[in-house]
Structures are given as C-alpha cells and as structure tokens.
C-alpha cells in the first residue's frame, strides 16, 4: 500500500489508493503485493476475482473474441500447411521439441512433479492459518496472505526485506556474471544516450566476446512499467 500511494503522489495513510489491474510482471504492486498484505479477506477477494476476470468481464479489456480469432486463424493457418494443428506447425519448426507427443508428455511430467510439492507447501499454509484462527476453507484470495504470515512466523522473512538484495543494479550484475560464467561472453553497459532509440530509462548492453572483443550482439531492457505499455 505504501508503494501504491507513493506511485499517485498519495500518502498511505490518507489514501485514496488506486490499485490497477495489471499483470505482475507489469505492476507487482498493483494486485500481487496487496494480496499478501490486506488483512481483510473480502478486500483480497474482490482485487482476486476482479483480476482474474479483467479479460472476460465485458469491459474495454474484454479479449475474448479476439482469442477466439487468434484460435481460427491459426486453425486456418495449419490447413494451409495440410497439418493437423497449429501446435504441430510451432513444434515442426523447433526441432528441439521433438513432437506434439513428447511436449505433452514432459509438461505432463512437470506438472505432477510440481503439483506433489505445491499441494505440500498448500498444507503447511493451510494448518498455519487454521492456527492462527483463520475460519473457513482457504481460498485462492487468502493463499498469498497466509503464506507471508507463514514466512515472517518460520523464517522471520518478509518480503520487503528481499528488496535490498534484489535491487535492479543488483540483478543486473548477477546477469552479466551468468552470462559470462556460463556461455563465456561479457555484459557491457552501453552509454549510448545519442541513440534516438534509447530511453533515459532503458539500458542498452552489448554482449561482447572477451577473446576478441568483438560485439556478438546488443541487449535492451526496459525495467519500468508504464501505463499502456503492451507486454
């Protein structure tokens, strides 16, 4: 709350508060952050469900003729092609992916594997909450919250204590090493504020190749969320 307030020039604790509903990657602050932290279970429920339904609501945002065109176009598409799918067009084109089969097959996998631990980590939050006099069955809208207050109660870990170790110029670092440490190519921030194409606000790196120097290609990255920005 108190980031959303700062995003509006609002103090968070005269409000008003304004909370868009924006994926996460977008806006962490607009739905995910609050989830965690609004101690009314109504208020979860209702930022939960509005989020969830932003797309199929029947407002301006309401993609749902546009998925089912995107579905006919592509089935189209795959005619064309004389195949059977659109999936096997996409998995024809990676020969990485094998087949349709073997992609199914290994998200198949995944997903059991997945699902074991998660039904896990759902229990322990579940027995946490019914603890700590939390009534009802536990809800999607209540998963987030409770999991936080599991975190500071086990581990004495609270999300905005991440923040100094997760710093943009701390992760940014992090990359430029994996870069290098795994497929031996430098990170090299590029101050090329000359270039029409970059923003104040963007960075723009070169991958560099340390044996030679040479430039092998350029990476631009925009960390900052802006209104109507298309992801």
Same mark, same amino acid.
């Given at each position: ?67 089912? &065109? ?12 004389? =195949?059977?799918?659109?999936? %096997?067009?996409?998995? /024809? ?16 996998? $995944? ?8 039904? &896990?980590?759902?229990?322990? =939050? ?30 004495? *870990? ?12 701390? *992760? $940014?670092?992090?990359?430029? %090493? ?29 991958? =560099? ?11 631009? =990255? ?5 209104? /109507?920005?298309?992801?």
């Amino acid at each position: 709350v108190d980031e959303a307030a700062r995003s509006y020039q609002h103090s968070a604790k005269d409000g008003p508060w304004r909370l868009r509903l924006q994926s996460e990657r977008a806006d962490r602050v607009s739905w995910y952050t609050p989830l965690r932290h609004l101690k009314s279970a109504k208020a979860r429920k209702d930022l939960y469900l509005r989020f969830a339904s932003r797309c199929s609501s029947g407002g301006s945002a309401d993609n749902r003729r546009v998925v089912v &065109r995107m579905l006919n176009l592509r089935r189209s598409l795959a005619k064309l092609e004389g =195949i059977d799918s659109y999936a %096997e067009a996409v998995v /024809g084109a990676q020969e990485t992916f094998g087949s349709v089969i073997a992609v199914q097959t290994m998200l198949g996998d $995944l997903a059991r594997a997945v699902r074991l631990r998660a039904e &896990r980590d759902v229990e322990k =939050i579940r027995e946490f909450a019914k603890l700590s006099d939390h009534r009802g069955a536990l809800e999607p809208w209540d998963v987030e919250f409770w999991e936080e207050r599991y975190m500071e109660a086990h581990f004495g *870990v609270q999300e905005e204590m991440l923040r100094e170790y997760l710093a943009l110029p701390n *992760v $940014l670092d992090a990359v430029g %090493e994996l870069c290098y440490r795994l497929f031996g190519v430098k990170l090299v921030l590029v101050r090329s504020a000359d270039r029409e194409y970059i923003s104040e606000d963007w960075f723009h790196y070169m991958f =560099i190749d340390p044996a030679t120097g040479a430039a092998l290609g350029h990476l631009v =990255i925009d960390p900052y969320g802006k209104d /109507g920005d298309r992801e």
